[in-house]
Structure formats: structure tokens, C-alpha cells
T-cell receptor
């Protein structure tokens, strides 16, 4: 089942700018993950943040998690044309199934 | 990182035929595989979870007789869409998990099914 909602649905930015997208979820989680999907392709795992973590970095990516608000954000700094893709958050609870958000489509203009 | 392949990447079939999609974990043993369906510009919806050697667990609303899943080995799971109809046209994605302490799933590249 789908429990995440993401906003914005779509985002268009200039190369070099930062992109921020948010994910909200409804139930308690073990972990929250972010994935990237290029058009018509599979998913690429970007980063996992555990429920007891508040912030995590990986290269140009910064993820925050606020379990009290049941929300997470993904920040992509210094965006590049290659960052153009759809980004999904996914949460998992005790049954280890992933529940995906609706996704944010990011377009980076050269 | 772990690699998961899917075959075929694209398939076009006539209404009423059955289509088999393979999902393979190439460099690790996948104790659990997951099958998702994705409609254009939408999110992934989990269809079923399969564990090697046992019957798949289907999500609510997914017809088990329509979408047959076989997880015969630790590296291969298959999804067969039986008697396909145009409404079955979709992007099907599998993922595989090696049963680590946290749920990191490695995703295949997806299969685009078009039923005419």
C-alpha cells in the first residue's frame, strides 16, 4: 500500500541550483529510503536513513528525517542536468515491505 | 552494488496470451523478491512478495491467478501475466533483497508490457 505523499509533484530548476523535495508518511517506520528513477528505467537507491537518525549526507545529497512530524526531505545541492529524474521516498515498517510515495519529478535546465 | 536483471525489457503481446517476466539477482542470493507495477507518471505499487521455495504473498486487490509468481531459486523469480488484456499494460519492476538486517531492496531495470 502507498503511504507516502511527496511535494512538490514537479520541480524545475536551473543547473547549479539546489532542489528540495519533501515526503510525508502516516505510520511508524523502521527506515526511510530515497530512490531515483530515470524515465522508463528501474530505481536507483540513493540513501537510507534509519528512524533513530535525523540527518544523513551522501555526496551532494542531504536527507533529513523528523519522526515527530512523520516527514523527510531530500536536498540535492548544485544540481546537474543528469539529476533530471523522478525521486521517490519509500518507508518500511515491521513487515519490511516498502511503501512508496507519489514521487517528485525534477527537471534540471541547462 | 548488487545487480538485478529483468528479461525481457520490453514485450508486446496480443490480448489473451500469457507473458513471462524473469527477475534475476546476478551477484547475490535473494531470499526475498518483490514485484511492483507502475502506471505512467505514478508511483510503484507492490503486487506481491515471494520467498524462495514458498508461495508468494499477494497484496490486496492483486489477482493471484492472473499474476503467477514463482521463486524457484535464490537467484530467480518469474512473474507470468496470464491471459493478458490491454489493462494489464504497465511497467513491471522486480526487486530483490538478500535478507539483510534492514530492508535494502535492489531493483531491476523494469519490463514494459504492452498488450494489444
Amino acid at each position: 500500500s502507498q503511504q507516502g505523499e511527496e511535494d512538490p509533484q514537479a520541480l524545475s530548476i536551473q543547473e547549479g541550483e539546489n532542489a528540495t523535495m519533501n515526503c510525508s508518511y502516516k505510520t511508524s517506520i523502521n527506515n526511510l529510503q530515497w530512490y531515483r528513477q530515470n524515465s522508463g528505467r528501474g530505481l536507483v537507491h540513493l540513501i537510507l536513513i534509519r528512524s533513530n537518525e535525523r540527518e544523513k549526507h551522501s555526496g551532494r545529497l542531504r536527507v533529513t528525517l523528523d519522526t515527530s512530524k512523520k516527514s523527510s526531505s531530500l536536498l540535492i545541492t548544485a544540481s546537474r542536468a543528469a539529476d533530471t529524474a523522478s525521486y521517490f521516498c519509500a518507508t518500511d515498517a515491521d513487515d519490511y515491505k516498502l511503501s512508496f510515495g507519489a514521487g517528485t519529478t525534477v527537471t534540471v535546465r541547462a | 552494488g548488487a545487480v538485478v536483471s529483468q528479461h525481457p525489457s520490453r514485450v508486446i503481446c496480443k490480448s489473451g496470451t500469457s507473458v513471462k517476466i524473469e527477475c534475476r539477482s546476478l551477484d547475490f542470493q535473494a531470499t526475498t523478491m518483490f514485484w511492483y507495477r507502475q502506471f505512467p507518471k505514478q508511483s510503484l505499487m507492490l503486487m506481491a512478495t515471494s520467498n524462495e521455495g514458498s508461495k508468494a504473498t499477494y497484496e490486496q486487490g492483486v489477482e493471484k491467478d492472473k499474476f503467477l509468481i514463482n521463486h524457484a531459486s535464490l537467484t530467480l523469480s518469474t512473474l507470468t501475466v496470464t491471459s493478458a488484456h490491454p489493462e494489464d499494460s504497465s511497467f513491471y519492476i522486480c526487486s530483490a533483497s538478500g535478507g539483510l538486517g534492514y530492508n535494502e531492496q535492489f531493483f531491476g531495470p523494469g519490463t514494459r508490457l504492452t498488450v494489444l
